[in-house]
């Protein structure tokens, strides 16, 4: 979108830096009503919806002040935007900063008070709301970048809710390429953001038309080897016999191979239903369906990836099998013999796998015969990615480009060597760029001369995004490798019946634009409860609910003896009268800072928030959330107690194997804390694993008479979350207890005495206190280090050195 082109007319505001964006009429006016409401923005990918937001950007900053954030999917696209904007703005460099999992907690705090521009990850963003560091106040833009995420459980649908409650003057703008594959997926994306106004824009538009050309599509049929199909024959018996057991149990329909996901998603509820009447088959069921899944995979990879692909996840899936807590799926899967010979057939095959030769086939014909200059391969498999590079190296510059996470023996990229990769591959020093989905959403890759799929993709979202990184500047060519008689047939017309369906509501929408919004208007009746400042929970609530996590008094008025335990107004001469009240209304709002003293804390630990639990806690308006590294414990709700929070099958698994025991984690508690709790969250704790009930009960009873902890059950998240609440309230408004996430004094030993005061240098906590003494051996060589000698323990960087070394240091003030 920079432009140094004198011809080429520019657009000029205050906070813009002079020629350097192109004045495009759709970005004006998508700008022009992004800037007025709450507002969807679609565009084709490549032609500049980030331009859109850093419109509306410039004009809130320069019309109302605050701060302007926005959320992107991954580190490398957070990571662009951020360069973009400091090159387009009038702002100083220090004011637009990142936030990613990659800077500490306290030093987002400390730096999102003196930003005017943030760019984050929407689970940064997440964690932070939660534990209290920031305030969305002030926020007056906020852009959801790749919106289509939206749905479900994902961050984006939190912090647009927080926002909407807690900012004075809020904006939304909601970006996709490709927001949903009907209209009902666009109102929930809508629904969920808060978004009221819907502009689409597509290359049948005049304005857009002219920096956009053609793109072919083309397909590749690919013919597999009579090896290959044997292996996949030998699979796919074995999947025809397990849903024959399933058939048997009444549920599944067919035994046919080729199930379809929904079929198998139906199967699972089925399942899942039958484990929650507590039916023994559920158990039997789950599992022969869980080999059945394992077997898909591995008959998807053998089809259409490679049979190096298949090597490598048979070779994970037998370590996985040997594990002491390996599930019985994996190990009969390994040892069928049908398995096994599938496996030797793998292990000899060396032909090269036909959709390898015609890759190669392809990028000879584009950079050779036909001069181009730069390949994407999209590939679904990280395995397929990491195994073709290595194939292509002999004929071609080529590099990987994968997500960040290492799994399943794979390593993943750093932020660092991601941009690294894109960097040099706009600026031409090697052609073919093999990537996973994580290239897919956004990332500014630089115009190719062919996007290759390498399978097809069963979404068409996903699809979109792939193909928008061709036709953006020149006429482009996309081809998609199809194996024969195989999935990559069905994904294949599925994408492409998905894809004509969004062109068409997105075409649609542009026709009915007043209408979707008049749905949206009735939809959002909570928008003015968001609007009111009041904090709002979803998620949790049960039919007759007040939407809020509850005071724990519910239930409580007309049942004698239970009103001493009512938390809402315990202990105060007015204790009475708030029970009474109870009988007037449904529910009971949660007490509000001005009707008790002081605000509750809840200390979570920062793996909670793979949960619901410290989310919903945060909604509360009397609780305050804060995330730590706890060295014990999940969740600490005063300075006597802690709460240990364990699903049904993780509380069994724990008992059986991991690296600490259930009476390992709770003897840790004891010794911390007088009061230590362990929840055990679901149904069926009897059920799991090949544990007889009476083993579980005996762990249970030890629990509570040899380690003095006491146990407790819950139904669900919501339910945990209510728990802890009430626990919470009772200890420090009824008994006046306040939260230490070191505990009550009590007896320790000489390494927890040392791991305690390594920590609370510079509050490093217990994770880096252990990571420090395992370095340098004790508590003085750690008092003694140089900043350069710390950076030498694990998790210890240059800013917490800093630290640490200013507080051992530097001379006492008092």
Request: glycine share 8%; charged share 30%.
């Amino acid at each position: 979108m920079a432009t140094t082109d004198e011809d080429v007319p520019s657009i000029e505001h205050p906070l813009l830096e002079s020629d350097f964006l192109e004045r495009r009429l759709y970005q004006l006016k998508l700008a022009g009503t992004a800037a007025n409401d709450h507002t969807l923005v679609c565009l084709p990918t490549g032609l500049g919806k980030t331009t859109v937001s850093l419109l509306v950007t410039a004009r809130r900053l320069e019309e109302v002040g605050g701060k302007s954030l926005m959320l992107a999917p991954t580190k490398p696209l957070v990571q662009q935007h951020a360069e973009f904007y400091r090159e387009a703005l009038r702002i100083p460099e220090e004011e637009i900063v990142v936030f990613t999992g990659d800077v500490s907690p306290d030093d987002r705090a400390a730096l999102w008070a003196d930003a005017t521009v943030v760019m984050a990850t929407p689970q940064v963003i997440e964690n932070d709301l939660v534990g209290t560091r920031i305030s969305l106040a002030d926020v007056t833009h906020l852009t959801f970048d790749e919106c289509h995420r939206a749905t479900g459980d994902y961050a984006y649908n939190y912090i647009a809710e927080r926002y909407h409650a807690d900012a004075t003057e809020p904006l939304v703008t909601g970006m996709s390429a490709s927001p949903g594959g009907d209209e009902e997926a666009i109102l929930e994306v809508c629904e969920n953001l808060g978004i009221r106004e819907v502009e689409v824009m597509t290359e049948e538009d005049a304005d857009v038309a002219e920096f956009t050309h053609e793109t072919d599509l083309e397909w590749e049929r690919i013919e597999l080897p009579e090896e290959v199909i044997a292996i996949r024959d030998l699979l796919n018996e074995v999947i025809t016999e397990r849903l024959e057991k399933l058939k048997e149990l009444g549920i599944a329909d067919s035994v046919q191979p080729d199930q379809s996901q929904k079929e198998l998603n139906r199967m699972r509820a089925q399942l899942q239903g039958l484990i929650g009447n507590d039916q023994s088959k559920g158990y039997e069921g789950m599992s022969i369906h869980a080999e059945v899944m394992k077997l898909r995979q591995a008959v998807s990879l053998v089809e259409t990836q490679s049979v190096e692909a298949l090597r490598r996840y048979f070779e994970r899936q037998r370590n996985q099998a040997r594990t002491s807590g390996a599930s019985k799926a994996s190990q009969r899967m390994i040892s069928d013999p049908r398995v096994r010979e599938a496996m030797r057939k793998s292990e000899s095959f060396d032909q090269l796998h036909p959709k390898y030769r015609k890759t190669r086939m392809l990028l000879a014909e584009t950079l050779g015969l036909e001069g181009g200059q730069r390949v994407i391969v999209f590939t679904e498999s990280r395995d397929t990615a990491e195994a073709l590079t290595e194939f292509l190296e002999d004929s071609v510059d080529v590099r990987r480009f994968v997500g960040q996470g290492d799994r399943d023996g794979s390593d993943g990229m750093t932020q660092k060597q991601q941009q690294e990769v894109l960097d040099d591959f706009r600026a031409g020093e090697f052609e073919v760029l093999v990537s996973t989905s994580v290239a897919e959403e956004g990332l500014d890759v630089p115009e190719v001369d062919l996007v290759l799929f390498y399978e097809p993709v069963p979404t068409a979202i996903r699809s979109i995004q792939r193909k928008g990184r061709t036709g953006r500047q020149s006429k482009g060519r996309v081809v998609v490798l199809l194996a024969e008689d195989t999935r990559d047939e069905a994904y294949f017309w599925i994408s492409r019946r998905r894809e004509k369906e969004m062109e068409s509501e997105l075409r649609q929408l542009k026709g009915v634009a007043e209408e979707i919004e008049e749905e949206l208007d009735d939809s959002q009746q909570s928008l003015s409860a968001f609007e009111s400042g009041a904090k709002v929970n979803r998620g949790t609530e049960k039919p007759g609910d007040s939407g809020a996590v509850s005071s724990g008094t519910e239930g409580v008025a007309g049942q004698p003896g239970l009103e001493e335990f009512a938390d809402v107004g315990a202990g105060s001469d007015d204790a009475d009268d708030d029970v009474e009240d109870v009988d007037e209304r449904d529910t009971v709002d949660p007490p509000t800072p001005d009707e008790e003293a002081g605000t509750i804390e809840i200390v979570a630990d920062q793996r909670e928030m793979d949960s619901s639990v410290p989310r919903e806690l945060s909604r509360a308006n009397d609780l305050e959330v804060r995330l730590e590294t706890l060295a014990v414990g999940d969740y600490v709700l005063s300075d006597r107690v802690v709460v240990e929070r364990k699903s049904a099958a993780d509380f069994v698994d724990s008992l059986v194997g991991g690296d600490r025991s259930a009476f390992e984690q709770v003897g840790a508690m004891a010794r911390h804390y007088s009061r230590p709790i362990v929840i055990v969250e679901g149904e069926g704790v009897y059920e799991q694993r090949d544990v007889h009930p009476n083993a579980i009960r005996g762990a249970l009873s030890s629990l509570a008479v040899d380690f003095g902890a006491s146990v407790l059950r819950t139904e669900s998240e919501a339910d945990t979350t209510e728990l802890l609440a009430v626990i919470a309230r009772r200890e420090q408004r009824t008994s006046s207890r306040t939260v230490s996430v070191h505990g009550e004094k009590g007896t320790k030993t000489l390494g927890e005495q040392q791991e305690y005061v390594v920590s609370s240098i510079a509050e490093i906590g217990p994770v880096t206190a252990r990571s420090l003494l395992e370095e340098f051996g004790s508590v003085e060589a750690v008092m003694i280090a140089s900043e350069e000698e710390l950076q030498n323990a694990d998790g210890v960087g240059a800013v917490t050195a800093e630290r640490i070394r200013e507080v051992v240091g530097s001379d006492y003030t008092g």
